[in-house]
T-cell receptor, first 109, second 117 residues
């Protein structure tokens, strides 16, 4: 079956770095997405990886290892506004997104 | 960036009535739109995939007669919750994929919070 695993909740300190991991099993693979969702709002796109390696975009970076079925989202210089849920989603061979349950990130001062 | 507008943002209705939610791509054409439902503190649950000019593809367990989806144009898809009941209260979100895009990036609407009394 198809499955996405990510931690339910993580806590980090303002100004620090946090890494949110995601493992996936899909029928075929057409990329891995990370979305940020604040409570009560729709998700917003953060990153898309389809090739192995690290993609850096400002304070956020995303890594993919296709052979391991593994990705992580790295957030640097954490700010209080980064408190949100982070959703990992893998696209299968039919271009359907398989969603993880999301990781709630709590930032403490 | 591409914008998807969803309307209404909030709706409260009486049990037994029908509610229509619109999803519009404002500055791009979307051949495919997706409708999701999200329960509190849960991830997105795909309800159906809406393709312009054809019938929507519903996920297993989603009642097609209950949740009517129409994708009449390349910029508009609608979800109608028919004969709504309190258990239909939820956060409904649409997303759209840009026609001809070489990535699978989805653009999300703001979401519609439905409360059925």
């Amino acid at each position: 079956g198809q499955n996405i695993d990510q931690p339910t909740e993580m806590t980090a300190t303002e100004g620090a770095i946090v890494q949110i991991n995601c493992t996936y099993q899909t029928s075929g693979f057409n990329g891995l997405f990370w979305y940020q969702q604040h409570a009560g709002e729709a998700p917003t796109f953060l990153s898309y990886n389809v090739l192995d390696g690290l993609e850096e975009k400002g304070r956020f970076s995303s890594f993919l290892s296709r052979s391991k079925g593994y990705s992580y989202l790295l957030l640097k210089e954490l700010q209080m506004k980064d408190s949100a849920s982070y959703l990992c989603a893998a696209m299968d061979s039919n271009y359907q997104l398989i969603w993880g349950a999301g990781t709630k990130l709590i930032i403490k001062p | 960036g591409a914008v998807v507008s969803q309307h209404p943002s909030w709706v409260i209705c009486k049990s037994g009535t029908s509610v229509k939610i619109e999803c519009r791509s404002l500055d791009f054409q979307a051949t495919t739109m997706f409708w999701y439902r999200q329960f509190p503190k849960k991830s997105l649950m795909l309800m159906a995939t809406s393709n312009e000019g054809s019938k929507a593809t519903y996920e297993q367990g989603v009642e097609k007669d209950k949740f009517l989806i129409n994708h009449a144009s390349l910029t508009l898809s609608t979800l109608t919750v028919t004969s709504a009941h309190p258990e239909d209260s939820s956060f409904y979100i649409c997303s759209a994929r840009m026609a001809g895009a070489d990535t699978g990036e989805l653009f999300f609407g703001e979401g519609s919070r439905l409360t059925v009394l």
